[in-house]
C-alpha cells in the first residue's frame, strides 16, 4: 500500500475545511475529516489510477471527488502525495494558476 502525504497546501485547506464544518458542530468536522483521509489511505492509495486528469493540470495530477470537494493528487510506486483538497464550487482552474 501506498503511504499517503498531504502538501503544506493541502494540510492548509484541511485546516479551512475543518475550520468551517466546526462553526456548525466540532464533531462533524473531526468525523468529516478522519473519513476525508481513511478515503485517501483506504481508496485512493490502493487505486490511484481512478482519478482523472484535468486540462487545466499538469499532467501527473489527478483528480477524484470526494463529497462535494476535490482532491488533487499524484503518485508513484510507493507513495501518493494528497496536493490541494478544494470544494467543488470554487474556480478551480483559476486556483492552479
Known sequence: ??????????IA???DIWLYIARVSL???DSF?????????????AFPEIGTAK?????EI???????????YRYQA????IIRILHGSR????VFQ
Do not use: G, Q, T, W
Not at 33 to 45: G, I, S
Not at 62 to 72: E, H, R, V
Not at 78 to 81: C, Q, T, Y
Open 33 to 45: 475529516l478522519d473519513k476525508l483521509y481513511l478515503f485517501c489511505k483506504d481508496h485512493l492509495a
Open 62 to 72: 489527478l483528480a477524484f471527488p470526494y463529497k462535494n470537494y476535490m482532491i488533487y
Open 91 to 94: 474556480d478551480l482552474p483559476a
Open 1 to 10: 500500500m501506498r503511504k499517503v502525504v498531504f502538501s503544506p497546501e493541502a
Open 27 to 29: 464533531a462533524r468536522a
Open 13 to 15: 485547506d484541511l485546516e
Open 55 to 59: 486540462a487545466y493540470l499538469d499532467r
Open 78 to 81: 510507493s507513495l501518493i502525495e
